[in-house]
């Protein structure tokens, strides 16, 4: 009968045959991502040779801790490769298997193995895949951390040209988005939204890939996502992962060259609705909603001089006969020359309206009737309230 030390001195001589039928074995059980490559082999073949010597010594009761920086280095090669954690540990597997089925065609038909002795034998194999499986994916799993943090440099990178203030030439910004695996567009649309006062939990995912994400100024995060039916769509999804506050404010579509104007236009709206002087009915506001509030808050001081100056007139009326004016002129700067559709509006008599009219006519004189009168009266009562005019 055999010894463990005899076993080895059997196999030792069919070393190659034990090698090659680990990479016979990887071979034949191809993955999702096909048979391995020949870089991949030469890797495995260095691997399946120090294994099967790692084995030969186990086997003669040599506790040698394996030399597993081949291993770990193999994990990080198959990361790199583009395979799966799961396909990696499968090729540890078949290949333990493969060791163990050749290994015992290899002993002579009179060797006859005890029960323990068979058991040792198959534990030796057993203990030796799980040794070199687990360096494997310590390689392959750090390969995935240095790739994460990478792709994510290269997106900040990325990011920061668009929202720079001094726009970047075209050709850098094409390097960066082919560096960053980033599908430059034609137009894009930059979305901010207040970060959360308390942390994400953890575990929080950063969101959908064909969305950049940069920390800009008073706790608020700008979002870039190319333009399109689905980029509102694609923003949400970011938002809710980043754990964004409502609302979430949406600039103008952009070339990606200009994305810092998106961007500080997007800032500007949040402003107003943190001020009042814009309604957020829901999570979103856009600012293709707001333009005349925004160009009105581009210069507020001169917004209110206008202001100011155009309803100067209406200054000397008490409270309630100022606010009756008011109505009354943002009436019929909705229906102008429309009395009658005023009073539906104002739920008053035609009659009624007719009076205010004539009061109003006093009090601004031929600016009702001037087109760019009206213009800079419609802009001052938007100035004065944050309600834009009834609409006709």
Not at 327 to 340: F, N
Request: overall charge negative.
């Amino acid at each position: 009968m055999a010894s463990p030390v005899d076993l080895r001195v059997l196999l030792q001589e069919h070393v190659d045959e034990l090698a090659d039928a680990v990479l016979e074995r990887v071979r034949a059980g191809e993955g999702p991502h096909g048979a391995p490559d020949a870089a991949t082999l030469r890797n495995l073949r260095l691997g399946a040779r120090a294994a099967v010597d790692c084995f030969l010594a186990r086997l003669a009761g040599e506790r040698t801790a394996a030399e597993v920086d081949l291993f770990v280095a193999h994990g990080r090669a198959q990361q790199a490769a583009g395979r799966t954690l799961t396909e990696l540990l499968s090729f540890y597997r078949l290949g333990g298997l493969a060791m163990w089925e050749r290994s015992t065609a290899l002993l002579p038909p009179s060797t006859q193995l005890p029960a323990h002795e068979t058991f040792a034998f198959g534990s030796a194999v057993l203990e030796l895949v799980d040794e070199l499986s687990v360096a494997a994916a310590e390689g392959f799993t750090a390969g995935e951390a240095e790739a994460r943090r990478r792709s994510r440099a290269l997106r900040e990178r990325l990011v920061s040209l668009l929202l720079s203030d001094r726009p970047a030439a075209p050709e850098a910004l094409a390097l960066a988005a082919r560096a960053a695996g980033w599908t430059l567009p034609a137009r894009v649309r930059v979305a901010v939204g207040a970060l959360p006062a308390d942390p994400l939990p953890t575990g929080a995912g950063p969101g959908p890939a064909r969305v950049l994400a940069a920390t800009v100024s008073d706790g608020r995060e700008a979002l870039v996502v190319a333009d399109g039916e689905e980029a509102e769509q694609w923003l949400g999804r970011a938002a809710t992962a980043l754990g964004l506050e409502a609302p979430l404010a949406i600039g103008p579509a952009v070339a990606p060259a200009d994305s810092a104007r998106s961007a500080a236009r997007a800032i500007a709206l949040l402003d107003h609705v943190g001020a009042g002087a814009v309604g957020a009915a829901g999570d979103v506001v856009r600012c293709d909603d707001h333009e005349i509030a925004l160009l009105l808050g581009a210069a507020p001081d001169l917004a209110r001089e206008v202001a100011g100056r155009r309803l100067a007139p209406l200054s000397a009326l008490d409270d309630a006969a100022r606010e009756r004016m008011v109505a009354t002129l943002a009436a019929w700067l909705a229906d102008p020359g429309r009395p009658q559709a005023m009073a539906d509006r104002l739920g008053l008599h035609v009659q009624t309206i007719r009076y205010r009219l004539k009061a109003l006519r006093e009090l601004l004189g031929d600016a009702l009737d001037d087109p760019d009168e009206r213009f800079e009266l419609s802009l001052a009562l938007r100035v004065q309230s944050p309600a834009p005019p009834p609409a006709s």
